[in-house]
């Protein structure tokens, strides 16, 4: 145990990072250890980790003395941050700073920072083809996250930038699963007309973030994007309508109606899918099917992802 390289995993309970503990948990022989950070080191989602074997230890993202302790021994840690649960970039960037200055402190020898486009590189806020937001952002949680790279590197932290993919697991957790039409079939709202989307399971950003690690200094300083599969919105409803045996119909709204949608995050999001429509070609290519597999050769496709989960989404 004690010359396993000791992985500290930020987000350890959540969709990102459990992926990542369970891939170091499930290859003993792969020399690393996983550390998994949570604030609650009692709930049942931490206990279900420390009962597979996971060191468990207590750390928040907005407290850096405790990432300090939480990282201190550790070989490498996996940082990601939680814009869902405050929706403030600032916050965001706070959190990526405290991660980055906790990592350099502690002389981590790998860090993994899952990061996001700055959109402002293709789209500055001087352009008006979407409004901006929060008076600097064009999509906030993205923005936040590809401003916060340059952090990592200024505090010269060996770090791989990881670029991840919009989750399948939005259709069972984030409301984005096919709802009723009203004519007893179900329409699938995505406003990205006939581009494609990347996407994974979330399980397999963890898994490739595992593959980053088992590379040793490889990958440090790079910046790798990984996806499951492209897939227009009319591919998806298709692939739904399958797995769901109920006819599901792409419903291909404008970025526009969506950020009108009135939930919180709308425009957040109806500026992220517009992002990902008109800059398709950046987007996807940023992000290589083939070198995310080979990183991770459970890789899952859209498919497979719904013959496991389908019964998981809601169709209300
Ligand atoms: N949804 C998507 O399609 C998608 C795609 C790409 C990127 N993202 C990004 O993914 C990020 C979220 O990652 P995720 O989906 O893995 O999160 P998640 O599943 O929502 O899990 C969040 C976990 O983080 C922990 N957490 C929350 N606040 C914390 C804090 N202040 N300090 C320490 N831990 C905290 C919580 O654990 P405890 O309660 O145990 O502390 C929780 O289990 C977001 O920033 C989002 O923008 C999402």
Redesign the pocket.
Known sequence: MSDRRVIAV????????SGLVRAILNDPAGGFAARA????VD?A??RALADLGAEVVA????DRASLERAFAGAWGAYC??????HFSPEK?KA?ARAMAEAARVTGLQHVIW?T?EDTRRWVPLTDDRMPTLMGSYKVP?FDA?GESDRTFAELGVPTTYLL????WD?LIH?GMGPKPAGDGTLAFTLPMGGAKLPGIA?ADIGRCAYGIFKRGGELIGRTVGIAGEFLTGDEMAAALSKALGTAVRHNAVDPAVYRGFGFPGAEDLGNMFQFKRDFEDVFCGARDLAFSRSLNPELQTFDRWLAANAARIPRE
């Not at 930020?10 to 990072?17: D, E, K, L, N, P």
């Not at 750390?59 to 907005?62: E, G, L, M, S």
């Not at 991840?164 to 989750?167: D, K, Q, V």
């Open positions: 930020v987000g350890a309970t959540g969709a990102q990072g950070l949570t604030r609650n709930s989602k931490a750390a928040d993202v907005d990601v941050t939680f814009f869902w649960e965001e959190q899952s996001l949680h996250k991840t993919s919009f989750y939005n984030f979330a």
